[in-house]
Structures are given as C-alpha cells and as structure tokens.
C-alpha cells in the first residue's frame, strides 16, 4: 500500500539525480558529492514538521521571509490598537 519510507525518501533525493544523470555528484550525502541540506524538526515525511536549518552549497540560509515577518508582525495584535471596524 505504498512506498516503504527509504524508497519515499530516494524518491525525492537520490533518485530525480539518477534520472538526470547526475547521481554521482548529487542526491546523497557521500564525500565529495555537492549536497544542499534541510534538517527537521520531524520526520521529513510527515506534513507536520518543518525545516529548522537550510544549509545551501555550506552556506547558512535563514528561514525569515517577507511571509514570516508579516505572520509574526500579526499574531498576537492588540484590538484594543486597531481602528474600531476591525475590532471584534
């Protein structure tokens, strides 16, 4: 009834690189392959958990985005602040 979870997995990373041809240089983590790395908070799998850390071509990337800074910036608002049609 399904992938087991490593043909799930190798289905998203090692083998799109084996179709294109590139397998030897991508989509495992071996020495000497280029690697871009997400690391979870869970399973990678499971819809539920979410990257922690992205490291692009051994660079840091951060997980801040304009979507973030707005989800953020409106979480946890005062209604008291806000003009009152936009009050409950």
Same mark, same amino acid.
């Given at each position: 009834?399904?992938? *087991?979870? +490593?043909?799930?997995? #190798? *289905? ?8 294109? /041809? ?5 989509? *495992?983590?071996?020495? /000497?392959?280029? #690697?871009?790395?997400?690391?979870? +908070? ?7 958990? #979410?990257?922690? #850390?992205?490291?692009? +071509? /051994? ?14 910036? =409106?979480?946890?608002? +005062? ?6 049609? =936009?009050?409950?």
């Amino acid at each position: 009834m399904g992938l *087991s979870w +490593d043909e799930a997995l #190798a *289905s998203i990373t090692l083998n799109p690189a084996k179709v294109f /041809g590139m397998d030897k240089e991508l989509g *495992s983590l071996e020495v /000497g392959k280029r #690697a871009d790395v997400v690391v979870w +908070d869970g399973d990678p799998l499971e819809l539920m958990s #979410a990257p922690t #850390a992205v490291f692009i +071509d /051994g660079q840091t990337i951060p997980l801040v985005s304009r979507q973030t800074e707005l989800r953020d910036r =409106y979480l946890n608002l +005062d209604e008291s602040t806000l003009p009152v049609g =936009y009050r409950r």
